[in-house]
Structure formats: structure tokens, C-alpha cells
């Protein structure tokens, strides 16, 4: 059974921690994306990326950072949390050039 | 700039009823996929559209593309409590890697 798995369901932190939210998925895809889910604003892209190694900012990259040193695995990482960063994340994958993408199940981060 | 709007935004009908959602934009996009999420999950796919004013259908749900590939509609009849979901529409453009994810349209179907 295909699998996108994120580390963390739920997340409490506060503000100015760093925080790490790990992705990994099993269908040897090449394209990762990190999402957040915001009600009323759908899923906005943060990073994405389609090698290792490789990274690509999205519609809203400004306080996240990624790292990609295998294939299976995207990392998305917050440096200093901040209160507006609170949010669902959504980690996705899909084969390169085709539309699908495969989605974990989530991580809500609530910052304090 | 949000490049989808869905319409309506939030959706309660009761069981058995047919319901449309909407997602519209003002750009032409190469292809049109439309995901459902229940709660505690990821989204999942539904349906990928390719071709303007193509009609697909999954049983009860139908899924049109407009002839201008700026706009598309989902089509639920007889709706059911399993219905029950946030329904996303998602735009990818030509050439591009990502797609651009429509606002939501939350369904509640009531027994």
C-alpha cells in the first residue's frame, strides 16, 4: 500500500523554537511539496521539490526552509516559530510530469 | 492572488438531494483535478480533467472542464452522508511543476 507519512500529527510549540516536520514517502516519486492548510484559503504551496537536493520556493516560502539529502524524504523547517505559523501541513508526492499527487495525512502545528 | 474561487464555500443539503460546486478562474490552465478530504486526512483524488468542455464520471459524482479551460463543476446526485467532505479544485498550468489549489467548498450531507 503507497504511503506518504509525516512524523507528527500534532505539534505544540512556542514561539522562536525551531521546529522539524519530516515527510517520507515509498513510491520512489521524484516531485515533494510542503503545503499549509488555512480555512477559507485552501492549500497554499511553501516549497517544493523534484530531485534531490533540489528546491523550489512556492506561493508563500518566507520563514520555512526545506531539505531534501534523499529521495524518499522532504523536511520542512521552521527556523524561529511564530504564532502565524500556526496551521495544517500538508506533505505531497507525485512521479514526475503527471498530475497526481499523493498526500500525508497532515501535521497541525499550533505555535504559542 | 488566489487563482481559484470555489463556490459555495460551505454546502448542507439533506441525503438525496443533488448539489454543484464551482471552481472558476481567470486563467486557462493545461489540466484540472479535483481532490476530497475528509476529515483527519490528506486530500485524495478524484478526477483529473484535460481537455476543454470534457465531461468525466465517477458513479454519482460528474466533473465537467469548460470549453475554455478556465473553469470547472462537480455534480453530485443523490447526494450521501459519505459525500461528506472539503472538495478542492486544482489548477496546474503549462509548463508549470505545482499546482494552484481553489479555496474549498465544505460539504456536509445531512441523514
Known amino acids: 500500500d503507497v504511503k506518504v507519512t509525516q512524523s507528527s500529527r500534532y505539534l505544540v510549540k512556542r514561539t522562536g523554537e525551531k521546529v522539524f516536520l519530516e515527510c517520507v514517502q515509498d513510491?520512489?516519486?521524484?516531485?515533494m511539496f510542503w503545503y499549509r492548510q488555512d480555512p477559507g484559503l485552501g492549500l497554499r504551496l511553501i516549497y517544493f521539490?523534484?530531485?534531490?537536493?533540489?528546491?523550489e520556493k512556492g506561493d508563500i516560502p518566507e520563514g520555512y526552509s526545506v531539505s531534501r539529502e534523499k529521495k524518499e524524504r522532504f523536511s520542512l523547517i521552521l527556523e524561529s516559530a511564530s504564532t502565524n505559523q500556526t496551521s495544517m501541513y500538508l506533505c505531497?508526492?507525485?512521479?514526475?510530469?503527471?498530475?497526481?499527487?499523493?498526500f500525508g495525512e497532515g501535521s497541525r502545528l499550533t505555535v504559542l | 492572488t488566489q487563482l481559484l474561487e470555489q463556490s459555495p464555500q460551505f454546502l448542507s443539503i439533506q441525503e438525496g438531494e443533488n448539489l454543484t460546486v464551482y471552481c472558476n478562474s481567470s486563467?486557462?490552465?493545461?489540466?484540472l483535478q479535483w481532490y476530497r478530504q475528509e476529515p483527519g486526512e490528506g486530500p485524495v483524488l478524484l478526477v483529473t480533467v484535460v481537455t476543454g468542455g470534457e465531461v468525466k464520471k465517477l458513479k454519482r459524482l460528474t466533473f465537467q472542464f469548460g470549453d475554455a479551460r478556465k473553469d470547472s463543476s462537480l455534480h453530485i446526485t443523490a447526494a450521501q452522508t459519505g459525500d461528506t467532505g472539503l472538495y478542492l479544485c486544482a489548477g496546474r498550468q503549462t509548463g508549470a511543476n505545482n499546482l494552484f489549489f481553489g479555496t474549498g467548498t465544505r460539504l456536509t450531507v445531512i441523514p
Open positions: 513510491m520512489d516519486h521524484e516531485n
Open positions: 486563467s486557462v490552465f493545461s489540466s
Open positions: 505531497a508526492s507525485s512521479p514526475h510530469n503527471t498530475g497526481e499527487l499523493f
Open positions: 521539490s523534484y530531485d534531490v537536493k533540489m528546491k
